[in-house]
């Protein structure tokens, strides 16, 4: 009877998934992270695509987040979705759309070597800017998974 060598194979990639998932869920930078996300509006609806950063008060690891198209978001410190350690954080919120240049722009930008779009802030920027933070949000030892970020005009 002929053996196959596909069944140990399959073992060992079964074992080294096994402890490749094991390590990362004992890393310790992970250590002390809370789950934490919500939802944010912008004049009362959902607002997708939109960057949500979390910087720490205390200068701790900060957090971040891309918010879904129905405005919902999950805050990822070290790696996709694993929270945030709990404590008192600014939070800065940025959402941009490139808008295209018009001919005489363009070629001044391509002489200038610069990108072809510029963004556009869809958001006031009262929000978006991270040396004067108006959002201040405390995260709890057990983490907040309901947090409501309400921006308006």
Excluded: W
Excluded at 8 to 30: A, E, H, M, W
Excluded at 37 to 47: A, Q, R
Excluded at 54 to 83: R, V
Excluded at 138 to 148: A, D, M, Q, S
Aim: charged share 20%.
């Amino acid at each position: 009877m002929k053996r196959s060598i596909y069944m140990p194979l399959f073992c060992l990639v079964l074992i080294s998934t096994f402890l490749l998932v094991g390590c990362q869920k004992n890393d310790p930078r992970k250590k002390g992270l809370v789950p934490a996300g919500g939802t944010i509006t912008y004049n009362g609806s959902p607002l997708a695509e939109a960057t949500i950063v979390f910087t720490s008060k205390t200068n701790q690891q900060g957090a971040g987040a891309l918010s879904g198209t129905d405005g919902k978001f999950e805050l990822t410190t070290i790696s996709n979705k694993d929270g945030v350690l709990p404590g008192e954080y600014t939070v800065f919120v940025q959402k941009e759309l490139f808008e295209n240049l018009s001919d005489e722009e363009l070629l001044e930008h391509n002489r200038q070597g610069k990108p072809s779009a510029k963004p556009k802030s869809l958001i006031p920027d009262k929000y978006t800017n991270p040396a004067n933070p108006i959002i201040n949000i405390t995260i709890p030892e057990t983490g907040n998974k309901n947090i409501l970020i309400e921006l308006k005009d």
